[in-house]
């Protein structure tokens, strides 16, 4: 066992027995490169990371490799999802100088933590005109020794490069109903209109862009922005993408018709999209998406849910195939002889045509993908739900894929949201109830006496590492849309907790903010990204808090921050929409109000029902006993005739109270 033994993250356990002398990220280990005057390897990447097992295998686990790596580095592990703030800043590096970037991620530095040499696979042999691993370490120990100055040179230019760069805020003022309407016509150009999404291969699924388009629709009335959305949400949940069996989606589509997907199932993707897919249903009543919804609700909870009652990271892509090989896929693919072994001849070949399984394979070695490549076709719906059931339980016995049961505060945070939303459209309390035990572990876990987030846990024990703003963010979001959902206004407080923090350590001058507090590590350059990724910039995550707990307290202070950070979205969201997606939600819950939506009546009843499934862009739901201190915008709105009652606001101007849900339901566009 080498130096990461004991820790946290399952990623870095993984490389636990590995003959690498590996060191967790921290002061020691660069105090030991200095002692030993030798440069530092850091490698990144992530439990679910396919490339990185390839390369830890080939390399990390050869023990002459190793054996060169010891003797003339001081070998760091990373966890990406851990160390957000440490991946970003050297990946950062690695993409201004290589062009591009990726997992595994390999960065040499000096003791200093100073980046001089990049890369991301690195082979065990030359290919492709890609040098071997090996010849990688001896060129750079080389010039470590030979060429000192000139790697201090190096060293110093690229993080002289990195300080000196700015964000520009993005101009004055928030973005307006021309700027939302000119990242519309960005996202139609890029709009695949045969198979829905956006851009070419690989695909990713955009939720966030999904989200704006919703949020878009509902409140301008644009067809075409919900005719995107629908038909990019159907094109994913018919493809390859979408386990047909067991639900839940994976990380990305390696073509552009959702054939075939990349197959590790994240935590984030499958919350962002629950959420997704939930809130189409709310705009449309699409039966497809309702199950869609549910499925993927159902996946995260049967198959990521933790001891403690928080969500797993991911589950990987590679699992064992039938002759006891690691391949990716192996878990979820099918051949037409594996369907005659479960289902038998007649049934095989009807689930063969359903579920689009060819001789010839739409993956690797003759196996297919499932998917629905005849949506509009008419099957027997009982006869499928059977054979789904029938594959579904042969599925289960194979070798399963392995699962980084970490537990991240940001993505619980999405999760938390999802399910507590889903359940209450659907009248699925046990989905609330799943929330609830998720956000009650990241209060006792996650939470110190003075509400600062730790990144992650695992077993309940957390990590260590300080959160970033997409942990306090995506965790107050989650807290919020509890609090809504149940009338619990402990919820509410616990968000107000959280932002503070924010307003205090998080913010940058101009009004935008940095993903790292301002007391957390220093590194060479304080990140700070307001782009979406696969989860929503940390930036306008926190905005989007910001604004709904000021529509629920009234406080000027979190409504001015919040506004002043979406000056970024009024600059970037006409030009890059499709990175800009959940900024473009928020703006357009600014432009809506948001509207304040205060229930006094019970909780469940059918006026609260009611002011959930309303589509008005961000809209914030109070429900409770008027005069409560939990939720201030339940004070001086009391019964009227002793009925339950609704009030409705939005931009300082109420509506009157109403006691009939059909008119609450116009009033926030209630289908």
């Known amino acids: 066992m080498n130096r990461l033994a004991g820790v946290t993250s399952p990623y870095l356990l993984q490389h636990a027995d590995n003959p690498v002398d590996w060191w967790p990220w921290g002061p020691e280990a660069f105090e030991e490169a200095k002692r030993r005057d030798v440069p530092v390897l850091l490698s990144v990447g992530y439990s679910a990371c396919h490339w990185c097992h390839v390369m830890a295998h080939e390399s990390f686990e050869d023990e002459a490799v190793a054996a060169y790596m010891n003797e003339h580095f001081v070998n760091v592990k990373v966890d990406r999802e ?10 950062e590096a690695v993409q201004a100088a290589t062009g591009q970037g990726g997992w595994p991620m390999s960065v040499f530095m000096t003791p200093g933590g100073e980046p ?23 060129g750079v120990s080389a010039a470590w020794t030979g060429r000192r100055e000139e790697v201090a040179e190096v060293a110093g230019r690229i993080v002289h490069d990195l300080t000196q760069r700015t964000l520009a805020h993005g101009g004055e003022g928030l973005p307006g109903e021309s700027d939302q309407a000119q990242a519309l016509l960005g996202l139609t150009r890029d709009y695949d209109e045969k198979h829905g999404g956006f851009g070419g291969a690989p695909k990713f699924p955009p939720s966030m862009t999904i989200e704006f388009l919703l ?118 693919v099918w051949t037409p002889e594996q369907l005659r072994e479960v289902l038998g001849e007649e049934d095989a070949a009807f689930a063969a045509e359903h579920f689009g399984v060819t001789r010839e394979g739409t993956f690797e070695e003759g196996s297919s993908v499932l998917r629905l490549p005849h949506a509009d076709a008419g099957a027997d719906a ?28 940001a993505w619980n945070g999405l999760a938390i949201a999802a399910l507590a939303e889903t359940g209450a459209y659907f009248d699925r309390p046990d989905l609330v109830e799943r929330a609830t035990e998720a956000a009650d572990l990241l209060v006792r876990v996650h939470m110190g006496a003075v509400a600062r987030l730790d990144r992650t846990s695992k077993d309940g024990r ?38 503070d923090i924010v307003l205090q350590h998080f913010t940058a001058e101009g009004g935008g903010f940095y993903d790292t507090a301002d007391d957390a590590e220093r590194l060479i350059r304080r990140p700070q990204d307001p782009t979406d990724n696969a989860t929503p910039a940390g930036w306008t995550a926190a905005a989007g808090a910001l604004l709904s707990y000021a529509a629920h307290t009234g406080s000027e202070a979190h409504r001015t921050a919040g506004e002043a950070a979406l000056g970024v979205v009024k600059a970037l969201g006409p030009r890059a929409p499709r990175f800009t997606g959940w900024g ?4 357009e819950a600014l432009l809506d109000g948001p509207r304040e939506v205060a229930v006094a009546g019970p909780v469940g009843g059918e006026l609260h029902r009611t002011a959930l499934l309303g589509t008005a ?7 409770g006993e008027t005069g409560g201190a939990e939720f201030p915008l339940l004070a001086d709105r009391p019964m009227v005739g002793g009925a339950p009652t609704a009030y409705v606001c939005r931009h300082f101007v109420c509506d009157a109270p109403t006691t009939d849900a059909g008119e609450l339901a116009e009033r926030l566009g209630v289908r």
Do not use: I
């Open 82 to 91: 851990e160390r957000p703030d440490v991946d970003a800043v050297y990946m």
């Open 116 to 138: 001089f040499y990049f890369g991301t696979y690195f082979p065990p042999e030359p290919r492709h005109g890609m040098p071997s691993f090996r010849q990688v370490l001896e």
């Open 215 to 332: 949020r878009h629709y509902a409140r301008t009335g644009a067809e075409g922005a919900l005719q995107m959305a629908a038909d990019t949400c159907a094109a994913m949940a018919r493809g390859g993408m979408y386990d047909q069996l067991g639900g839940g989606f994976a990380r990305y589509s390696v073509d552009r018709e959702w054939v075939v997907p990349h197959f590790e199932k994240m935590l984030y993707d499958n919350a962002l999209l629950c959420r997704v897919y939930a809130h189409l249903w709310r705009a449309t009543g699409s039966e497809w998406a309702r199950r869609v919804a549910l499925e993927t609700a159902d996946f995260m909870v049967r198959e990521l849910r933790t001891t403690e009652g928080g969500f797993a990271s991911a589950l990987d892509a590679d699992s064992e195939d039938v002759e006891g090989r690691h391949v990716e896929g192996a878990y979820y």
């Open 382 to 409: 009982d006869r499928v739900a059977r054979v789904r059931a029938r594959l579904l339980a042969a599925r289960e016995l194979r070798p399963r894929p392995g699962r980084d049961d970490k537990v991240v505060a």
């Open 462 to 499: 957390p990590g260590g590492h300080a959160g970033v703003l997409e942990d306090y963010g995506d965790v107050a979001e989650g807290f919020l849309a509890l609090a809504s959902v149940t009338g619990e206004g402990v919820w509410l407080e616990f968000a107000g907790f959280l932002l």
């Open 584 to 587: 473009l939600a928020v703006a």
């Open 617 to 623: 862009p961000g809209a914030v739901v109070a429900v």
